[in-house]
């Protein structure tokens, strides 16, 4: 079993930056990578950006240098640092992870981010 926690969420104003952070706890000795989803009201939940065991990193186009996604020497928390943020960006954002021993995928409880002035 892995256990993610997020925080770090909140509102702010157009232009501003926010940074979140997953720890992922239990299980993570076979994590292959973990990321961060956007879910907007009505939408499906979506990917924003994601971190391979291997550092290698991708990113929705929508974020893509805005926002980064780091982790921590330990391998276990990662971050992201959202600047530039933009209201179209507030959505409920959730920390996600897949193992490979066994193969599943975890959630996090998910953390409000609203952009309005």
């Known amino acids: 079993q892995v256990r993610l926690v997020e925080s770090g969420g909140g509102s702010v104003q157009p232009g501003g930056s926010l940074r979140l952070t997953c720890a992922a706890s239990g299980s993570i000795f076979s994590l292959i990578f973990m990321g961060w989803y956007s879910q907007a009201p009505g939408k499906q939940r979506e990917l924003v950006a994601l971190?391979?065991?291997?550092?290698?990193?991708r990113y929705a186009d929508s974020v893509q240098g805005r926002w980064t996604i780091s982790r921590n020497n330990a391998k276990d928390t990662i971050y992201l640092q959202m600047n530039s943020l933009k209201p179209e960006d507030t959505a409920v954002y959730y920390c996600g992870a897949v193992t490979s021993q066994p193969p599943t995928n975890y959630w996090g409880q998910g953390i409000q981010v609203t952009v309005s002035s």
């Open positions: 971190i391979r065991s291997d550092g290698s990193r």
